[in-house]
């Protein structure tokens, strides 16, 4: 069993991506999924069957979830425990670790190590960057950002469909990335089969990062769920996004979640500021979650469960 760990900031896109790899492999893959809120809103969303209109077949992928903690800190036995079982039960080919946006890589490898051994290996790691907002992410959360980028040896752009190789050659010239990072000047949608492929067969190892700047986590960051989320209609949810641009509940950076009007279903992912709202397959069930600093925990509790008009 080989693993890989698939790493990026809150709202990346690193869900968009595995489907992506899935679909464009036709590998079959066991996921450890990892979130920062008390439930899953990506897991059920890779375990649903048939086609999203945006994101194309979910592919066939089992999923396990671990919504208590991060796998790189608070969860590193049950991680452990998880990857171990999972070697010893289903043994698949391969294992994809996509952990918390506000998780650290290169401690996740660090936990690794006492795992790997002949029957278990470790690829080299991919981390998702955000095209758009990485500046952002890099001025406002410095220690995530630093540990996700240098960890990798693998940097893909996301949200990037109309950059020009111009484009993604600022992209690294900003970053100051060493020449053993691979680092594609596409989008992955123009990738080959054997692009993809590739990054199913390199051997990496557990890295340790000298300090770049702040090495802490910033605890100030806060999450909240909702489950039920009791939104009715596009209006309803195009309002409510709407609202978080407001400055009335907090410093959002992101929310994500999905709901029913009737037969249809919508899923939304709010990331910076921007949003978009798109269709679903059918779900188990309707929720959302709000992650930020200094939140309105009052306020998005009536904004988020529709409450007084």
Not at 80 to 89: D, E, F, G, L, R
Not at 116 to 124: C, K, N, P
Request: proline share 5%; net charge negative.
């Amino acid at each position: 069993m080989q693993i890989l760990l698939i790493s990026g900031f809150l709202g990346a896109g690193k869900t968009t991506f595995i489907q992506a790899m899935a679909k464009a492999t036709g590998r079959h893959f066991v996921i450890v999924e990892n979130e920062f809120s008390e439930f899953s809103i990506d897991g059920p969303l890779l375990r649903a069957k048939g086609s999203d209109p945006v994101r194309g077949a979910a592919a066939d992928l089992e999923v396990r979830e671990l919504s208590e903690g991060c796998i790189c800190c608070s969860s590193k036995l049950d991680f452990s425990s998880t990857v171990i079982t999972i070697a010893n039960t289903l043994n698949p080919d391969y294992l994809l670790v996509e952990p918390s946006g506000v998780a650290f890589p290169s401690r996740i490898m660090q936990n690794l190590k006492p795992v790997l051994y002949e029957r278990i290996g470790l690829l080299e790691p991919i981390t998702i960057l955000d095209g758009l907002h990485y500046r952002n992410e890099r001025q406002e959360f410095p220690a995530y950002f630093e540990d996700q980028v240098y960890s990798a040896k693998h940097l893909v752009v996301s949200k990037s469909e109309g950059f020009s190789t111009q484009d993604f050659e600022a992209v690294a010239k900003d970053l100051q990335l060493t020449e053993d990072v691979h680092f594609p000047l596409t989008h992955y949608s123009q990738w080959s089969k054997e692009d993809w492929l590739s990054l199913l067969t390199k051997a990496g190892e557990p890295v340790v990062l000298e300090a770049r700047g702040k090495s802490e986590a910033d605890e100030s960051l806060e999450n909240m769920g909702f489950q039920p989320f009791p939104c009715r209609s596009p209006d309803q949810l195009l309002y409510l996004l709407e609202e978080l641009n407001s400055g009335k509940y907090g410093y959002i950076v992101r929310s994500k979640g999905y709901c029913k009007n009737e037969a249809l279903w919508y899923r939304f992912d709010y990331v910076d500021g921007q949003f978009q709202i798109g269709g679903c397959e059918p779900m188990e069930d309707t929720r959302a979650i709000v992650i930020g600093r200094n939140l309105n925990r009052t306020g998005l509790k009536k904004l988020y469960l529709f409450e007084g008009g």
